[in-house]
């Protein structure tokens, strides 16, 4: 049994190929609407963690970048007080016209040394914020315009002490705001109080080196003016403003710090020299320059030290606050990232372990519709007999197909899947119990209506013989044919309801025979040809029954699907160890979904339903090829209609290279009616079997024998009786005249034709059978037509004689008597009128398109046969069984001189009686 797809078929209302939709929600597989369901959670998480990494990323940016900032800030403090240095050596040069330049060459390579430290710096800083962005740039383009300056400064050229001290008082003034600038930062508080402190001390300091230099310059000169002393008192201003806003903004330590290192002695003489200076406005001032260069320097070196202090301590601040930002940033990232891990992670657990459990649940399903349920209904089929009781015992022992022990609504549905299940083989054993039913009640109703319909023959056998009104004796005919057709409808039933339908055969069958037994089963027998047929090939005796039964459906359905004007053209043909029949008709064809469903039909016998009776001939022909491991297939005829291959296996085949040596033919057997050549005329005898092939071929004309050593006796010639109105084909006792192999032996002569004769061409007389020494030789009864053929009446089974005449040709042979064997006559039990009917009918019936379904008109009586000398009768030798065919008004032709084997009747023991020399021939069949 076919296992099935192992996945699911697509949805039943799935969109067309080639158009288009959005897709639904509802069509998502779990795994997808799971993770839809955590996309919005997630995504909320993952946004607000990124809003807060990136604020702690800013954080950590902006700290890093104000440590940097600050670590800039210290060169420039070191590049303000060497600079303010510079100035006053410059200012003491050009105050000094004799003093050399060394001093101020020295004080000005250190400041250069500080300016490129401050350039390094400034370059690892990169891009600068907004608040110091614009201090930075002044600064650069005021350290661009020392060269000048210096320059300037070394001429002693139109440069004076207030000028040189006016153009570094510039620069220094710049450095100082960058630290007001950097005060601007954002941040912590903490970090920003301590650099507006720095930045303010920073601003005090720079007012005491700017008093210095106004001092210098002033006292340098020998008095103070008007407006340096303005600008003195504002220097003495901008120190108090400065320490306050330091005070303000310094913490504890910070002050303590300043207030321990600004202070002293150093302190109360500087301030004491501010004040002469200040009250000598106007004239010369009792402090000497080099006094108040002395004092103020030393306050302005103590604040710088402070100063160092103070930044030293800030840098700390902004690194200890970088590292604080960084620290907290990585925890956060931290913390979000493992919230988002573990958040997906949980999802991905509960994710597949709901998937898990679904496709556990898929598979299941899939099992119990792939595996389980059809090797159930499997074993249900193959049991005999289900009663009520059983149904029940079997249900009891089916397993869960399903084993899961999750609770939730999964495990519930497995629980319904499992009860479904159950359900699901209780029905099926039910309708295996009804199946088990219906097989038998069919059984039983083919079982007797088999046995009516033998009976029923035999009763039509009786009533033929006896009866002398030719139109009744046509319709006995006709019901016979019809009975022959509905015990074939019997047999069908009982093949589909997996019985035997006839007694196996004990022996062997020739294939020829086979296909004529199978051609006397159908209903338009009359318009099947048998085209070559090997005659050396025979089938195994447990399959006769069955390969007969196989080959009348396909010729059946051959003659009913093609037109009535065209013949069917059986084949049969020895191909290496199988054999090879065809059946080809013209009718329309098939088209190629057609012959692909028929042919799966034909490879695998389905169930009975109502298709295998629709299609019974089909179903029977599948179920028969079945049981002996036939192949049938139907092809497209490239000349017009459809091809039916039958390839029978070596096991239901007897070839040639297989029968025993012991089998063989020690004289030339009796030939078959269809091998029989027309008689030569008195006087005369032909010879026998001389270089025939060992196939049947389909012959448009007589053809030439070869003559052979061993000649028939002479006949005695015998009257001729008035011809019949039409030429009578060799079919069933007559012959059928529509295509009957022409057969061919290696010790018999070549076959004539069996067609009616073109362009009104009589047929050749009759064949004079010898009463000599051949065993088993035909007996000719009045009339010129085989008679005696007696039926089996045992549903069906092969049995007596096919074709008339069919019995002795396929008799087994016995060895030849040592003189003659004759028997006595034995009159015959069929009235005259029964004969001459039963030529009629088949003449009737020829290959004629027009007269094929018309019935035989008996406006005149058959003329009556001459009297004339017959043939002493020979009973035939039965060595081997007769392969059995039905055929209408087969009557006997008197009883045999042995009774038969209890298996077979005799259908037409054939006789032949030597015709009028003119009287058109009928060859047996």
């Not at 930075?136 to 005021?142: N, Q, T």
């Not at 949980?346 to 519709?369: F, K, Q, W």
């Not at 038998?440 to 009516?452: D, H, K, Y």
Request: charged residues 20%.
């Amino acid at each position: 049994m076919s296992t099935g797809p192992t996945t699911l078929p697509a949805s039943g209302n799935a969109a067309p190929k080639g158009s288009r939709r959005l897709p639904r929600l509802r069509d998502a597989r779990i795994r997808s609407k799971l993770a839809l369901i955590l996309v919005v959670p997630v995504t909320a998480v993952i946004a607000l963690a990124t809003v807060r990494l990136v604020a702690v990323g800013e954080g950590a940016y902006d700290a890093t970048q104000a440590r940097s900032l600050t670590s800039l800030s210290i060169d420039i403090s070191a590049l303000t007080n060497d600079l303010h240095a510079e100035r006053m050596a410059a200012a003491a040069y050009l105050a000094a016209p004799q003093q050399q330049a060394d001093a101020y060459n020295l004080r000005v390579r250190r400041t250069q040394e500080r300016i490129d430290a401050y350039r390094a710096e400034r370059a690892r800083v990169g891009e600068a914020p907004a608040a110091v962005r614009d201090r930075l740039a002044a600064i650069d383009a005021h350290l661009d315009t020392l060269d000048g300056t210096r320059q300037e400064v070394l001429d002693r050229q139109q440069m004076e002490v207030a000028e040189a001290a006016l153009r570094y008082g510039v620069v220094l003034a710049d450095l100082v705001a960058y630290g007001d600038g950097l005060a601007q930062l954002p941040g912590d508080e903490r970090l920003a109080d301590s650099r507006r402190a720095v930045a303010a001390f920073a601003r005090a300091k720079a007012a005491v080196a700017e008093e210095e230099s106004i001092a210098f310059t002033a006292l340098s000169a020998g008095r103070l003016d008007s407006e340096q002393f303005s600008a003195f008192v504002s220097t003495l201003t901008g120190q108090q403003e400065a320490l306050l806003a330091f005070s303000l903004a310094a913490d504890p330590d910070q002050r303590a710090l300043v207030d321990s290192t600004v202070s002293g002695d150093a302190v109360v003489l500087a301030d004491r020299i501010a004040t002469d200076i200040s009250r000598s406005v106007g004239q010369r001032s009792p402090v000497t320059a080099q006094d108040a260069t002395a004092a103020i320097g030393a306050v302005h070196e103590l604040m710088r030290w402070a100063e160092i202090e103070l930044q030293d301590r800030l840098f700390a601040q902004a690194e200890q606050a970088r590292a604080d930002v960084i620290r907290q940033a990585v925890i956060e990232t931290t913390l979000v990232l493992l919230t988002l891990l573990i958040a997906v992670t949980l999802a991905v657990v509960l994710a597949r372990s709901l998937n898990h459990s679904l496709r556990r649940l898929r598979e299941g399903a899939l099992s119990v519709a792939n595996h389980d349920l059809p090797e159930a209904v499997r074993r249900l089929q193959g049991m005999g007999n289900v009663s009520d009781g059983g149904v029940d015992e079997i249900v009891r022992e089916v397993r869960d197909p399903i084993q899961l022990n999750n609770r939730d609504e999964v495990g519930q549905v497995a629980l319904a899947f499992n009860v479904v299940h159950r359900e699901a083989v209780r029905v099926a054993a039910e309708q295996a119990a009804l199946r088990t039913s219906v097989s038998a009640m069919f059984l039983n109703l083919a079982r007797r209506s088999q046995t009516l319909v033998d009976r029923m023959i035999g009763e039509l056998d009786a009533i033929e013989r006896g009866e002398e009104d030719p139109k009744r004796l046509a319709q006995l005919f006709e019901l016979d044919h019809l009975a022959t057709r509905m015990r074939r409808n019997d047999e069908n039933l009982l093949v589909l309801a997996g019985a035997d339908s006839a007694v196996p055969r004990r022996e062997d069958a020739l294939l020829v025979d086979v296909l004529r037994a199978a051609q006397s089963e159908v209903e338009l027998y009359n318009r099947i040809e048998f085209g070559t047929v090997d005659t050396d090939v025979s089938v195994a005796a447990h399959a006769v029954n069955d390969v007969v039964r196989l080959v009348a459906e396909l010729l059946d359905n051959a003659t009913r699907f093609s037109p009535p004007n065209t013949t069917v053209v059986a084949d049969g043909r020895r191909i290496r160890d199988y054999v090879l029949i065809q059946i080809e008709d013209r009718g329309l064809g098939l088209t190629d979904e057609q012959l692909d469903s028929l042919n799966r039909r034909l490879a695998a016998p389905s169930s009975v339903d109502v298709a295998a009776f629709r299609l019974m001939g089909l179903a029977v022909v599948s179920r028969l090829a079945a049981r002996y491991g036939i192949r049938v297939e139907l092809r497209r005829n490239v000349e017009g209609g459809t091809v039916a291959q039958v390839t029978l296996p070596n096991a239901t085949v007897v070839l040639p290279s297989l029968r025993g040596r012991d089998q063989a033919i020690t004289r030339p057997r009796q030939p078959l009616a269809v091998e029989q050549t027309p008689m030569a005329p008195a006087g005369r005898s032909e010879p026998v079997g001389a270089g025939l092939a060992t196939t049947a071929t389909l012959s448009d004309r007589w053809r030439n024998n070869t003559p052979s050593s061993v000649p028939w006796p002479a006949a005695e010639p015998a009257p001729e009786p008035a011809p019949p109105a039409h030429t009578p084909p060799p079919a069933f006792a007559g012959g059928f005249n529509a295509g009957t192999p022409t057969v061919s032996q290696p010790t018999l002569d070549p076959l004539p034709y069996h067609g009616a004769n073109a362009g009104g061409h009589a047929a050749p007389a009759a064949p004079v059978l010898p009463a000599g020494p051949v065993a088993g030789a035909a007996v000719a009864a009045p009339g010129g037509f085989a008679a005696s053929a007696t039926r089996n009446s045992g549903g069906g089974s092969f049995d007596g004689a096919a074709f008339g005449g069919l019995g002795a040709s396929l008799a087994a042979t016995t060895p030849m008597a040592t003189g003659p064997i004759t028997a006595p006559p034995e009159p015959s039990a069929e009235a005259p009128i029964f004969r001459e009917m039963e030529a009629v009918w088949f003449r009737s019936h020829g290959n004629d398109a027009t007269a094929i379904f018309s019935r035989p008109q008996f406006d005149e009586p058959p003329p009556q046969p001459a009297a004339g000398p017959s043939v002493p009768a020979v009973e035939p030798t039965r060595g081997r069984s007769p392969l059995p065919t039905r055929t209408p008004g087969a009557a006997a032709g008197g009883s045999p001189a042995q009774p038969p084997p209890p298996s077979y009747r005799s259908s037409s023991a054939a006789t032949t009686s030597p015709p009028p020399a003119a009287a058109p021939s009928v060859p047996p069949a």
